[in-house]
């Protein structure tokens, strides 16, 4: 149904009534079949006197009006876009003309003593569903003069009373209180259950209105929020592009102080351009972090994929980051299968991810700690997980390490050049690819990060 709203523009409570003014011409085959069977069965089969030939008929009118209706029905919804005008009529119609048959049903069946009147209290829920408030009344209303026009007919002998023995209680039509008072009670029980079943139809119907209206709302705030998002990050993009340049020209001009080329410096003049030094290079990480991050938020890198085997990432992260583990003495280990493990993806991306997860284990181990990280295949997914004995992750901070320049302190403490981006980063990259970064650690326990993609057939 949400599909459909999409592609026809209608509301839900107009894609409601369509629904169910299908649902209404399916119950109508089932109510004159069920008709046509019980008439034959009580006619043939328990030899009950019943007017056999009028039910008959009645049970094939119904089934050809609905036969029209149906055809009615399928062209309508052929042309469906914007137009629900057809299925208002297409209910309006269906309920009277049921209406009609049910009389002639009630009236071959014993009149107003008959059974079959409680079909009348059915109905009436159906046009509450189907209808709106005053339309239904309207239907009400036509449908409780054919009661009394049957009961007075019948009654005044106009109409011969078709009496069922087997049900009758005899003797009934000449007492006219009897009759008004049962014809009293059934016209006060179709009123009070219509009011009943349109008030509260009538309030749902407003409320699924009400919803309707909030989502759109909402969905145009998202798509309002998404626009605010995109130009900010299009704004950190630029604005970090700029810095990258006059940030690396400083670098490089303050090692040329710091090597000498300009001459002799004082040994405080040589400690303060190695602060201003680190003090660059953070920057210039950070302006890195940051156009990384931004690009992705962009839609990614380059979007060159290609087949990758990630075994050959993990080689190559691993050793990369070899020295920086063997200078700690961290002893760091690479488990993968000896079969390709393909995805298809950005090779770049990928480097960025691994690099990301190993560094930040590397960097977050103490001296001689462990590190691992291990990639498979299972079904049709590579998994792949991170994992290390380093001062692990406070319970309350695990959903925090995900938000854009989050730290924690312990992390602070060991290293006061990160950029808090690194696991942003990861958790883009991983869900650009359809998965999702799990993280399982305890402070002071190790960190085990874990996530899996799509593997390429
Ligand atoms: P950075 O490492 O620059 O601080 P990240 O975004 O990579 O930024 O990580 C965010 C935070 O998540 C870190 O500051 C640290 O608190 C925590 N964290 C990430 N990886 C680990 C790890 N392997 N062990 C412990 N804490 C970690």
């Not at 089969?45 to 036969?67: Q, S």
């Not at 005899?170 to 006219?176: A, R």
Request: proline share 3%; charged share 25%; hydrophobic share 45%.
């Amino acid at each position: 149904m949400g599909k459909e709203q999409k592609s026809t523009g209608l509301l839900p409570v107009e894609e409601e009534l369509i629904y169910r003014v299908g649902w209404l011409i399916k119950l109508r085959w089932l109510a004159a079949t069920g008709l046509l069977i019980s008439a034959t069965v009580l006619n043939f089969f328990l030899n009950i006197p019943i007017e056999f030939l009028p039910l008959l008929t009645i049970g094939l009118v119904v089934i050809v009006y609905n036969i029209l209706f149906k055809i009615y029905f399928q062209r309508s919804t052929k042309n469906l876009v914007r137009k629900t005008e057809p299925f208002y009529w297409l209910a309006y119609l269906q309920v009277g003309a049921d209406w009609i048959a049910l009389i002639f049903l009630i009236h071959y069946s014993g009149g107003i003593e008959s059974p079959l009147i409680f079909c009348f209290v059915f109905h009436i829920a159906v046009s509450s569903i189907l209808l709106t408030r005053r339309n239904c009344y309207w239907q009400v209303g036509f449908a409780t003069s054919l009661l009394i026009m049957l009961a007075l007919l019948e009654y005044l002998d106009i109409v011969h009373h078709v009496e069922m023995r087997f049900l009758s209680i005899g003797g009934f039509y000449d007492d006219p209180i009897s009759v008004g008072a049962v014809l009293s009670f059934l016209v006060a029980i179709i009123w009070i259950v219509a009011y009943l079943t349109t008030s509260v139809t009538t309030k749902l119907k407003q409320r699924e209105k009400d919803l309707f209206a909030l989502e759109e709302k909402l969905e145009k705030a998202c798509r309002k929020l998404e626009k605010v998002d995109q130009a900010r990050s299009n704004f950190v993009l630029g604005v970090t592009h700029e810095l990258r340049s006059p940030l690396a020209s400083i670098g490089s001009s303050l090692s040329l102080f710091d090597e000498g080329y300009l001459g002799e410096i004082s040994t405080r003049q040589q400690k303060c351009v190695e602060r201003m030094q680190e003090r660059v290079e953070c920057l210039l990480m950070l302006v890195m972090d940051l156009l990384k991050l931004a690009r992705l938020k962009e839609g990614g890198f380059r979007e060159q994929k290609t087949k990758v085997d990630i075994r050959k990432i993990v080689n190559l992260v691993t050793d990369s980051l070899r020295p920086q583990a063997e200078y700690k003495g961290i002893d760091l280990k690479a488990i993968i299968p000896s079969h390709p493990l393909y995805i298809w993806a950005d090779a770049e991306e990928m480097e960025l991810l691994f690099s990301n997860l190993l560094g930040n284990a590397i960097k977050y181990t103490s001296p001689k700690g462990n590190v691992k990280i291990k990639a498979w295949k299972e079904g049709c997914k590579i998994k792949t997980e991170v994992s290390d004995s380093g001062i692990g992750i406070a319970e309350g901070e695990l959903e925090k390490i995900f938000t854009e320049f989050y730290r924690s302190k312990n992390a602070r403490a060991i290293d006061k050049a990160g950029t808090g981006l690194g696991l942003p980063i990861v958790k883009r990259i991983v869900e650009r690819y359809g998965g999702k970064i799990v993280v399982q650690s305890a402070k002071g326990k190790g960190s085990k990060f874990y996530f899996a993609l799509p593997a390429h057939k």
